[in-house]
C-alpha cells in the first residue's frame, strides 16, 4: 500500500515538473515568435572610464584602477561597446529629454521644451513603438526628471514611479552634506527596488506574452552617497586608485553593478535573451572630482590629481569629452559580442534605432535628429549612419559659462558666448581635449563655427538671440 502511494506520488511530482516545464518552453516560444524586448538601462552621472573593463581597447586608462563593475563587464564582454557613444547633454533632465523624443536637447530648448513637449508627445518612445504594434506593453522605473510637469503615463507608459526626480532617490536631502556624508542603506538610491519593480514588470509580459519596452533610470551615481555596508567596506579596505579613491562612490557603483547584474540574470532565467536587446548608457558623465571644483574648465595640468573621467577633461556640466563621452553599450540578437565600433552615436539614436529593432522598416513621424544605429549593430561595428545632420551639436546653458560645440567627423568646437573664445581639438588624436589648434586650422574653425551658428539659429532661434 505504501510502495502504491509512493509511486502516485511521484507520478504526480513528475506531471507537475512536466507541467511547468513545457508552460516555460510555450511561454518563451511565445516571447521568440513576436516581436523583440528592449530594455535601456540608463545611469546617472557615470564616467566613460569608471568600469572595471575597458571602454577602449586601444586606450589603457579608459577604465578605472579602483572600481568594480563584474556584471556591467559580463555584460560588455556580451555587446557591442561604442567607444564614442554620446550623451546629448551634459547634465541630467536635457540628456533625458532628448533620449525619450529622438532630439537635440538644441531642438528642444531648456525653458522652452515644457511648452513644447505635448506637441511631440506622440514621438515618445513607447508611442512610437506602440503605434508600430499595439501589443507593447512599456514601463519606466526610476529617475524621470523631464522637469516638464509631464508623466510618464502621458507619454505611453503602462507602469512607472511617476514624475520623480533627483530628491526621489535620496535617503537624506540635506545639500550642504551631500558631498561629504556617506549613508550605509540596505536599498541604497532605490536601486533594489527599481530592480525588483522592473523584473516583476519583465515576468508579467512574459506570462501575458506582450512584447516591452522597459527603461530602468537608476539614480545612481548621483550625489547622495549611498551604498550597503559591504561594500563600503570591501572598497575601504582597498587601496586607493590615482584617479579613482572614494570608497563611498566605489561602493554605491558597486551596488549599482549588482542591480544590473539581477536584471541581466532574470533575463536569462526567464528564457527570453535570445529576443531581447538590453542597452547601458549613462545621461552624462561624472563630476570631474569629488567634491566637484569651481574651475572645471581649466585644462588637466592646473590639477594635482587625474580627473575622475581621466584620459577624458572635464565632467558633468561642461562640453569637454568627459561631460558628454560615456558608456554606450548594445546587446541582443544579431550583435557580435565583444564588439567594438569607434563610429560616434549619441543618445538621440536609440528612439529610431528601438524602431527598427521592433521590426519597424518606416521611420518614426515628427522630426528626429537620431538615426537607427541597426546596420552598424547587425555589421559589426561598421557602416554608414545617415541623419539629419552628420555633424553633433551640443549646448550648455549655464549662467557663468555659457557654451556650445559642434562634433564634425574627429574635430570638435566649443564656443563660449560670454569671452567669445573658440577651442579645436582633434578628439581622435587628441581624446583629452590638451592641444587646442585653433590658431593653427583658422579655415576649419571659421567653417565649424558657422554651422554650428547655423545649426542654432535654424531649430532654436531664441537660444541665438540670448547672445
Known amino acids: 500500500m505504501k510502495r502504491k502511494k509512493m509511486t502516485e506520488w511521484i507520478t504526480k511530482s513528475l506531471f507537475c515538473r512536466v507541467f511547468i516545464v513545457v508552460a516555460f518552453i510555450q511561454s518563451s516560444f511565445a516571447q521568440s515568435t513576436q516581436h523583440p524586448n528592449i530594455i535601456l538601462i540608463l545611469t546617472d552621472d557615470l564616467g566613460w572610464s569608471c568600469f572595471s573593463a575597458k571602454m577602449d581597447d586601444r586606450i589603457s586608462a579608459s577604465k578605472s584602477d579602483y572600481y568594480e563593475t563584474p556584471n556591467i563587464d559580463r555584460l560588455m564582454a556580451q555587446s557591442m561597446r561604442f567607444t564614442r557613444g554620446y550623451a546629448p547633454d551634459p547634465i541630467c533632465s536635457p540628456s533625458r529629454r532628448s533620449i525619450q523624443f529622438g532630439q537635440t536637447s538644441i531642438r528642444q530648448g531648456d525653458e522652452s521644451f515644457p511648452g513644447l513637449v505635448r506637441d511631440i508627445a506622440h514621438q515618445s518612445i513607447p508611442a512610437v513603438l506602440k503605434a508600430f504594434d499595439s501589443q507593447y506593453r512599456a514601463a519606466h522605473f526610476g529617475k524621470w526628471d523631464l522637469r516638464a510637469k509631464i508623466t510618464p503615463a502621458q507619454l505611453g507608459y503602462d507602469e512607472s514611479d511617476g514624475d520623480t526626480g533627483n530628491k526621489t532617490g535620496d535617503l537624506v536631502k540635506d545639500k550642504n552634506e551631500k558631498w561629504t556624508k556617506h549613508y550605509i542603506t540596505g536599498n541604497p538610491k532605490q536601486m533594489d527596488s527599481i530592480t525588483a519593480r522592473s523584473v516583476r514588470f519583465m515576468q508579467e509580459q512574459v506570462k501575458t506574452k506582450h512584447p516591452f519596452y522597459l527603461q530602468v533610470s537608476h539614480y545612481a551615481t548621483h550625489v547622495n552617497f549611498e551604498s550597503k555596508q559591504s561594500s563600503y567596506e570591501k572598497f575601504k579596505s582597498k587601496k586607493p586608485g590615482l584617479k579613482h579613491n572614494n570608497p563611498a562612490w566605489a561602493a554605491m557603483i558597486y551596488d549599482l553593478d549588482a542591480s544590473v547584474g539581477e536584471l541581466l540574470n532574470m533575463v536569462e532565467h526567464l528564457g527570453i535573451a535570445n529576443n531581447t536587446y538590453i542597452f547601458l548608457m549613462a545621461d552624462n558623465g561624472a563630476v570631474e572630482f569629488i567634491p566637484p571644483v569651481r574651475n572645471r574648465l581649466d585644462p588637466p595640468s592646473s590639477f594635482q590629481s587625474p580627473m575622475t573621467n581621466f584620459p577624458l577633461r572635464g565632467g558633468k556640466w561642461t562640453l569637454y569629452e568627459g561631460g558628454i563621452r560615456v558608456p554606450f553599450i548594445a546587446k541582443g540578437p544579431g550583435?557580435?559580442?565583444?564588439?567594438?565600433?569607434?563610429?560616434?552615436?549619441?543618445?538621440?539614436?536609440?528612439?529610431?534605432?528601438?524602431?527598427?529593432?521592433?521590426?519597424?522598416?518606416?521611420?518614426?513621424?515628427?522630426?528626429?535628429?537620431g538615426a537607427s544605429l541597426v546596420s552598424v549593430l547587425k555589421h559589426g561595428g561598421k557602416g554608414t549612419i545617415t541623419r539629419l545632420s552628420n555633424d553633433f551639436f551640443f549646448h550648455r546653458d549655464n549662467n557663468s559659462y555659457p557654451h556650445s560645440a559642434i562634433i564634425a567627423g574627429d574635430y570638435k568646437l566649443i564656443k563660449f558666448w560670454k569671452t567669445n573664445k573658440t577651442e579645436l581639438y582633434n578628439i581622435s588624436k587628441d581624446p583629452g581635449e590638451i592641444n587646442d589648434l585653433s590658431s593653427r586650422e583658422v579655415s576649419r574653425v571659421k567653417e565649424m563655427e558657422r554651422r554650428l551658428l547655423t545649426y542654432i539659429n535654424e531649430v532654436n532661434p531664441e537660444l541665438a538671440k540670448r547672445y
Not at 552615436?345 to 521590426?359: C, I, K, M, R
Open 335 to 369: 550583435i557580435k559580442a565583444g564588439v567594438q565600433s569607434d563610429i560616434p552615436v549619441a543618445g538621440w539614436d536609440l528612439l529610431p534605432t528601438f524602431n527598427e529593432l521592433a521590426g519597424n522598416t518606416k521611420k518614426p513621424g515628427g522630426t528626429i535628429d
